[in-house]
């Protein structure tokens, strides 16, 4: 190869004329990306069988799409090399995030001045009280209880659902959001969760002399509070969520006045037609509609267990629930055609805080879960249920994982799970190449760990261009297969 550094520093002096004439001069068989091994940890005969796919671009022009086969204690990498006359897009994957709700004791009341009566949540007394006394050009602040204000969490969030989108926020109103509004005083209605009696924010407020006015709010941290959050599953033709209801401190909220009580949550809706936009996006051509009065509780969660993650197996069929009880870690298998039980599963226990769960990847074929420090691998047993495969002792370093695994990153076979992820100088978070670490686990703990410096190379100043270095590609960057 008539080096890649050479390559890059050809197209950063002549610019896209010269991408041209440089392609076509590298353009050959002997084009190949190198990388070299550093072997942190463990026997590299570990790795025999594992393949890593790097896919790295040059301004979505120039593409080296590289097979790393880590074999007999030596990276061997074959590189398919492309160029494009034109800026290529890269593929983007439409995903709708479903029903998105927050409580909105921290923005509620702030809009005081302009918001009508039928959006009011009793807060906006506080600010119309601190404007009423506020000197001109002087910040002015109160300490309340939420509760002597209002009785209920009011609410605030949106829909994305495919061919709709529903915005219904605190600043949500008027006569063109009449969808919106319905949606917001539905849920509104639906979740009616007390405010913590003991639940108090801090409003300030400053009045300038040319009537504008600035407004804040902060909570505080020597009472108890609670954060509504949402996680959402959509289907075709219904969105399931559900959320947390425990505090800060770890008390639960009451849920009572739910109908149906605390659990996951189902809004049936029609979806609308939606076209792609050149470049991502998407643009609706024919809206969808929201089945309002479809909102139903569809399956009971136990109130006092905490709620961590809402998601939908593989096959489609299936939704998994993870909940924690105490420091005792559980999967629950539902069916979703019948909204049953299936499984409930202890993965694991703890002696952590509560900041214990850690990461979670759901691929096509098994589950992995990193809870405090431990890592565990799920099978599926073909009949909707799950068995515990591998799982090491609670003794890993975190710093070898990623904060969020891709699924495309992780392979598992013979009890052992390897994971790649793109290696970045933690310091200044410069992206000197497109390099990555490997990573295997097995029921011992770690077994290797490895860097793979490429010899695609890139010169960084503090005014780089993200479009004038080799970086690895948006969508799937690194793929990791076992043989």
């Given at each position: 190869m008539r080096k890649a550094l050479g390559l890059i520093a050809a197209l950063l002096v002549f610019g896209a004329a010269a991408v041209g004439w440089c392609a076509q001069t590298v353009y050959a068989a002997h084009d190949q990306v190198r990388f070299i091994q550093t072997i942190l940890s463990g026997d590299p005969a570990v790795a025999d069988g594992l393949s890593v796919q790097t896919h790295a671009t040059y301004g979505n022009r120039l593409f080296w799409d590289s097979t790393t086969k880590l074999q007999d204690g030596a990276p061997q990498t074959q590189t398919e090399y492309h160029f494009f006359n034109t800026e290529q897009e890269q593929p983007y994957d439409q995903s709708y995030q479903g029903v998105e709700i927050y409580s909105a004791v921290q923005s509620s009341g702030s809009n005081f001045r302009d918001t009508p009566k039928y959006r009011q949540t009793g807060l906006e007394r506080v600010y119309q009280e601190l404007y009423d006394s506020a000197a001109t050009d002087k910040e002015i602040e109160k300490t309340i209880m939420v509760a002597d204000y209002c009785e209920y969490y009011p609410l605030e969030g949106f829909v994305s659902l495919e061919g709709i989108n529903h915005d219904f926020g605190i600043w949500t109103y008027g006569?063109?959001?009449?969808?919106?509004?319905?949606?917001?005083?539905?849920?509104?209605?639906?979740?009616?969760?007390?405010?913590?009696?003991?639940?108090?924010?801090?409003?300030?407020?400053?009045?300038?002399?040319?009537?504008?006015?600035?407004?804040?709010?902060?909570?505080?941290?020597?009472?108890?509070?609670?954060?509504?959050?949402?996680?959402?599953?959509?289907?075709?033709?219904?969105?399931?969520?559900?959320?947390?209801?425990?505090?800060?401190?770890?008390?639960?909220?009451?849920?009572?006045?739910?109908?149906?009580?605390?659990?996951?949550?189902?809004?049936?809706?029609?979806?609308?037609?939606?076209?792609?936009?050149?470049?991502?996006?998407t643009e609706v051509t024919e809206n969808g509609c929201l089945h309002l009065d479809s909102l139903r509780m569809v399956f009971p969660i136990d109130p006092t267990e905490e709620f961590l993650q809402l998601s939908q197996w593989e096959d489609d069929g299936t939704l998994l629930l993870y909940t924690r009880r105490k420091n005792d870690y559980f999967l629950t298998i539902i069916a979703m055609d019948t909204m049953q039980q299936i499984q409930r599963l202890r993965i694991q226990s703890t002696q952590a805080d509560d900041g214990a769960w850690y990461n979670l990847l759901e691929s096509d074929d098994f589950i992995v879960t990193v809870i405090d420090q431990t890592a565990t691998v799920l099978l599926p047993n073909g009949d909707g249920t799950f068995r515990i495969d591998m799982q090491t002792p609670n003794t890993l370093n975190l710093e070898y994982l990623p904060w969020r695994m891709d699924s495309k990153a992780v392979a598992y076979h013979n009890g052992k799970l390897a994971v790649a992820y793109e290696n970045i100088d933690q310091t200044t978070g410069f992206r000197y190449a497109p390099c990555f670490d490997a990573v295997i686990f097995d029921n011992t703990g770690?077994?290797?760990?490895?860097?793979?410096?490429?010899?695609?190379?890139?010169?960084?100043?503090?005014?780089?261009?993200?479009?004038?270095?080799?970086?690895?590609?948006?969508?799937?960057?690194?793929?990791v297969t076992w043989k």
């Open positions: 006569p063109s959001q009449n969808d919106s509004l319905a949606m917001w005083n539905k849920l509104q209605e639906f979740f009616r969760i007390p405010v913590l009696p003991t639940e108090r924010i801090t409003i300030s407020l400053t009045k300038n002399r040319d009537g504008s006015l600035a407004t804040g709010s902060s909570g505080n941290d020597e009472e108890d509070q609670f954060y509504l959050d949402t996680q959402s599953v959509v289907t075709p033709k219904t969105c399931y969520f559900t959320f947390n209801n425990h505090t800060l401190k770890g008390n639960t909220v009451d849920t009572s006045l739910i109908p149906g009580g605390y659990g996951i949550y189902a809004l049936d809706y029609t979806a609308g037609v939606v076209k792609a936009l050149k470049g991502g996006g770690l077994v290797f760990l490895a860097q793979y410096q490429s010899s695609l190379r890139n010169v960084l100043t503090d005014s780089y261009n993200s479009n004038e270095i080799v970086q690895l590609v948006n969508q799937n960057p690194i793929e």
